[in-house]
Structure formats: structure tokens, C-alpha cells
């Protein structure tokens, strides 16, 4: 069956530093989701791309923050520099159609030290 | 801003029985459609069951059931024969079309937490 892709699982970063997120979607879906999720609460929509644009980062920290999916296919989520605020699961997902079903990977769990 | 309501921050059934996750939210657009995730302790989302807000008859998947009343803004999941691998955390979440050429997102709540007694 197929997955949405992402890695690392988990990440250790000390405050301050770079990382990076790469998601890879299920094949033939052209809208990817990147979603930051807090401990305790629901999934927050960072960013949305439509193949290879970007049709919604209203919620994204652009001072920090930037995603990419210059392909239209795979996709990187990166923040410089991180801060402990940034800690949390940062999640997936793609679909094929705007309102259909979206398909979540396993997620990267983030904490920054 | 739409605006997702699960007043239940945990809720406890025991095994077979029958268990009711409320959802409610807050949309003036009449076209949505809401979706129950479940979001075990490994992190990943699993999709339950969908509801368009057109749908005349509640949405059914195996044992899940949506008790959809859209003039009560109300789309609570059933679930029935409790099992103890439903233990986990469930979403509600409202996909809102923006129309035109933008684009609509999907709004999540806070979650329930289910735990199932053996």
C-alpha cells in the first residue's frame, strides 16, 4: 500500500542551529500539507503547495521557516535557526484532490534543546 | 477563522461496549467537509470517515459511524464494539473550500483521548 514518506523520525537539535524535514508522497498526489502539531493539540497547516507552488503558507514563520517542493514531488520543510518553541511533531500529508481523504506520513518529532 | 469544538479531553469506555466523540464546529460556508482522524501514541494520523456537508445520509465505515446534524453544526463519531487497540488520541477536522482559485485547508480540534478498559 502506499505511504507518505518522511525523515528523520526524530530529531535533537540544540537552539540556534538548522535542520531540515523531507517528506516524499504518495505517487500521483499533486497537493502536499506540511503541519506542525504541539504536544496536547491538533495538527496547525504550515504550509500547502499545489504541485510545485505554494498555494498557502499564511501560518508559517517566513523569518525562520521555508518549505520547497521544487519538482513537484518530494518536499523539504526547513527551519534556521530553530528555537525551543520549535519543538514539536511536524507532520505530512498529500492528497489527490483538494477534498479528498489526506494521507499523513509518521511524522518528525523535533525537540530543540 | 474556523473554529473546531471537542469538549471531551478524555474520555473511557470499557471493552465491546459503545463509545461517542464530540465534535462541533463553527462554518458559515455551506459547502465542508469534515473528517475523524485517529492519531495513536506512534504519531501517525490514521483516517477514519468522511462526511461532505451535502450528504443526506450519515457516513459508516465498519465501526465507525458519524452522527452528522448540520443545523446543530455537530458531527460527533460513534464508535461501537470498543476494542482495546482503539486506544489513542481522535481528531475532528473541517476542510473549507476557499473557492475561486484559492485554495481551503483543513481546521483540526484539540483532540479526545480514548482509553479503552479491558
Known amino acids: 500500500e502506499a505511504e507518505v514518506a518522511q525523515s528523520p523520525r526524530y530529531k535533537i537539535t540544540e537552539k540556534s542551529q538548522a535542520v531540515a524535514f523531507w517528506c516524499d508522497p504518495i505517487?500521483?498526489?499533486?497537493?502536499l500539507y506540511w503541519y506542525r502539531q504541539i504536544l496536547g493539540q491538533g495538527p496547525e497547516l504550515l504550509v500547502q503547495?499545489?504541485?510545485?507552488?505554494?498555494?498557502?503558507d499564511s501560518q508559517l514563520p517566513k523569518d525562520r521557516f521555508s518549505a520547497e517542493r521544487l519538482k513537484g514531488v518530494d518536499s523539504t520543510l526547513k527551519i534556521q535557526p530553530a528555537e525551543l518553541g520549535d519543538s514539536a511533531m511536524y507532520l505530512c500529508a498529500s492528497s489527490s484532490l483538494r477534498y479528498n481523504e489526506q494521507f499523513f506520513g509518521p511524522g518528525t518529532r523535533l525537540t530543540v534543546l | 477563522a474556523q473554529k473546531i469544538t471537542q469538549t471531551q479531553p478524555g474520555m473511557f469506555v470499557q471493552e465491546k461496549e459503545a463509545v461517542t466523540l464530540d465534535c462541533t464546529y463553527d462554518?458559515?460556508?455551506?459547502?465542508?467537509?469534515l473528517f475523524w482522524y485517529k492519531q495513536p501514541s506512534s504519531g501517525e494520523m490514521i483516517f477514519l470517515i468522511y462526511?461532505?456537508?451535502?450528504?443526506?445520509q450519515n457516513a459508516t465505515e465498519g465501526r465507525y459511524s458519524l452522527n452528522f446534524q448540520k443545523a446543530r453544526k455537530s458531527a460527533n463519531l460513534v464508535i461501537s464494539a470498543s476494542q482495546l487497540g482503539d486506544s489513542a488520541m481522535y481528531f475532528c477536522a473541517v476542510f473549507q473550500d476557499a473557492g475561486g482559485t484559492s485554495y481551503g485547508k483543513l481546521t483540526f480540534g484539540q483532540g479526545t483521548i480514548l482509553t479503552v478498559h479491558p
Open positions: 462526511q461532505g456537508s451535502y450528504d443526506q
Open positions: 505517487s500521483g498526489h499533486a497537493t
Open positions: 462554518t458559515s460556508d455551506p459547502s465542508y467537509g
Open positions: 503547495f499545489q504541485d510545485e507552488s505554494v498555494v498557502d
